[in-house]
């Protein structure tokens, strides 16, 4: 390895560039030039497809979807599409519908922060019915939005991985359920990795990541303590003999590939249940970008059209829309009978003209259409909303016309559209649906309290 080879090295790169060059400068001209010497002499190039001359003519509408980081199309074992120069982050579900929206808002902001792709799963069907498959998170929102609203990447799961492959996965995680809470001696269960054929031997992280030591009645960590375990100096501090695997027996440390936790619904910055707050970096940073796809939001529209009547030639008109959020809530009533727990529509009646006023105040817009979504089944309470002068969507065929999934989905979009927004308080699906009025809509927002006679009088 001595000069003169660097030196003919370096020669032959010098005249490799120059034939780049004349290349280019030579293609240039044939294609834009307006009459090339060959033009005549070389058959005309055959017409190149579509897609390729809106490559060139516009930028690509997603520069940062699956076609730039992962190797190609989903296959058969997940590490085969992984690219060696990115990092990725993933997380399994373990709860009710809203709850899971907050866990993967937690793990794309995670993966903010520790620079890596999350990889998302599909939404399980916990309070849908067991009966009912997993719906793919990109079917509820906008994957591609989402990417360009935060200017990275963001993937699903069916990305990465063939959906139908029988192939097991053997991978390493990190255990924090086991860190936070007494009474489980095992990682947060999730029917995920088995949706995902994905064998996992999970290691225990360290009890420093819980927020408050030793507290059995929460379970939160901080983003930070447990984003230290993305990087190699603190995982290797803090490695210990990892659980083996329930299905190949295997024993294997955290995957620094593919990085994964068990369970990110209880994660916070600095206090637990922040995805109220205002400041909430989940929230401002990932949450509010995370909008629901354009099919959604049309299907919604023809239950708004249907419930306020209002015909497709005409435009909707602006609503207020409610979410009561009851049936099972009644565990914590503590024996109160639920008339007396649940607020009345008399006390949201209350609330509903007190965001109506403020939207009068303050834009001179008068609002007097109400749409309400809840998941009580009895009828004559129903009746009482159409009593009321309110709206409700009609779900009768939503299950056999798009499936068991839409009746939730639908109503948060439809929460979500109001400009003006009341819902239950202590209800992850009013709080969340709160914050995407706020901030979509500038809506103002009321959250109704419940649980004694009285609780909303304020
Ligand atoms: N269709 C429909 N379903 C609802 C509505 N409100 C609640 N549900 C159902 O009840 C579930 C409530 O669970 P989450 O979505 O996690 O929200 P939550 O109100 O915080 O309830 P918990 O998780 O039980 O505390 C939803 O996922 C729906 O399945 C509603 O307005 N419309
Ligand atoms: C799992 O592997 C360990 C170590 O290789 C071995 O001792 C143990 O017997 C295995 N367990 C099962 C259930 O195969
Ligand atoms: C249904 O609601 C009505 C009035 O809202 C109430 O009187 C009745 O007891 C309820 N029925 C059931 C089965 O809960």
């Known amino acids: 390895m001595g000069d003169a080879f660097g030196l003919a090295r370096r020669r032959s790169l010098f005249f490799l560039l120059v034939l780049v060059v004349l290349t280019s400068v030579f293609l240039v001209s044939t294609e834009h030039g307006p009459s090339s010497v060959s033009h005549e002499t070389t058959p ?5 497809p579509a897609t390729e001359v809106s490559r060139v003519d516009i930028p690509d509408p997603d520069p940062f979807g699956p076609r730039h980081t992962l190797l190609g199309p989903p296959k058969a074992f997940f590490r085969d599409n992984l690219l060696p120069q990115h990092k990725y982050i993933t997380s399994w ?13 937690n793990l794309i902001y995670l993966g903010l922060i520790t620079d ?22 990109g079917e509820v929102f906008d994957v591609p939005r989402l990417r360009n609203l935060l200017g990275t990447s963001v993937l ?6 063939d959906v139908a492959s029988p192939e097991i996965d053997d991978i390493g995680c990190w255990n924090i359920w086991e860190s936070v809470q007494y009474r489980e001696a095992f990682p947060r269960r999730s029917r995920i990795p088995d949706d995902l054929n994905l064998d996992i031997s999970y290691t225990k992280t360290p009890d420093w990541i819980k927020m408050i030591p030793n507290y059995e009645h929460d379970q939160h960590v901080s983003f930070w303590s447990i984003a230290t375990l993305a990087f190699p100096r603190t995982r290797e501090a803090n490695l210990v003999p990892p659980r083996p695997s329930p299905k190949h027996n295997v024993s294997l440390p955290p995957d620094e590939h593919m990085l994964c936790y068990d369970y990110l619904y209880y994660v916070s910055a600095h206090q637990p249940f922040e995805m109220e707050y205002d400041y909430s970096p989940a929230w401002r940073y990932v949450g509010t970008h995370m909008h629901f796809t354009p099919a959604l939001e049309k299907i919604a529209d023809t239950y708004i059209r249907q419930a306020l009547g209002v015909p497709d030639s005409m435009q909707i008109p602006p609503f207020i829309s409610v979410h009561v959020r009851r049936l099972d809530f009644q565990v914590w009533c503590g024996g109160l009978p639920i008339d007396e ?10 609330r509903v003209r007190e965001v109506q006023d403020e939207l009068l105040e303050r834009s001179g817009l008068k609002v007097p259409h109400v749409i309400v979504t809840s998941d009580e089944r009895n009828s004559s309470w129903w009746d009482d909303i159409t009593r009321q002068g309110w709206f409700f969507p009609d779900h009768a065929e939503t299950k056999s016309l798009y499936g068991d999934w839409y009746p ?6 439809i929460q979500s559209r109001g ?4 819902g239950t308080d202590r209800s992850t699906m009013s709080i969340i649906a709160a ?9 103002p927002y009321r959250l109704v309290k419940w649980g004694m006679k009285g609780a909303d009088d304020h």
């Open 419 to 422: 400009v003006g927004f009341v």
């Open 341 to 350: 727990c649940f607020a009345s529509n008399q006390v949201i009646e209350r």
């Open 156 to 161: 699903e799961w069916r990305d990465v991985k």
């Open 408 to 413: 939730v989905l639908i109503d948060a979009v």
């Open 116 to 137: 890596r792709i999350p990889v998302v799963p599909m939404f399980i069907p916990s309070h849908v019915g067991g009966h009912v498959p997993p719906i793919p998170f």
């Open 435 to 443: 914050r995407r009025a706020q901030d979509w809509n500038k809506a």
């Open 44 to 48: 005309p190039p055959p017409a190149r």
């Open 93 to 105: 579900l373990s709860a009710g519908w809203t709850n899971d929206v907050y866990t993967y808002i």
